[in-house]
Nanobody
Framework: VQLAESGGGLVQAGGSLRLSCVVS??????IRWYRQAPGKQREWVAV???????NYADSVKGRFTIYRDSAKNTAYLQMSSLKPEDTAVYYC?????WGPGTQVTVSS
């Protein structure tokens, strides 16, 4: 089983990015997104459960949306109204496995 994130990059404050998490080796199930900013602990961002329910950290609620496409075995994190404090390496995790991460940098 492997997970691989993509879609990170440099964006101006107020912009949007969509991160992808491709799952290989097993059918997609519950997926969580985390992020880690330089010098800070890794923090949970969002989850989509096996039944489709979602939940978000207060810091991203109303700006980020998590969803999945089972046909593509991929989970997504749509990020809008980005802020400089959203700058971090973003990781997806599922099945107790982590992807390598993708860098998101938001300039002010």
């Amino acid at each position: 089983v492997q997970l691989a994130e993509s879609g990170g990059g440099l964006v101006q404050a107020g912009g949007s990015l969509r991160l992808s998490c491709v799952v290989s080796g097993i059918s997609i199930n519950a997926i969580r997104w985390y992020r880690q900013a330089p010098g800070k602990q890794r923090e949970w961002v969002a989850v989509i459960m096996s039944d489709g329910r979602t939940n978000y950290a207060d810091s991203v609620k109303g700006r980020f949306t998590i969803y999945r496409d089972s046909a593509k075995n991929t989970a997504y994190l749509q990020m809008s109204s980005l802020k400089p404090e959203d700058t971090a390496v973003y990781y997806c995790t599922g099945f107790n496995i982590w992807g390598p991460g993708t860098q998101v940098t938001v300039s002010s």
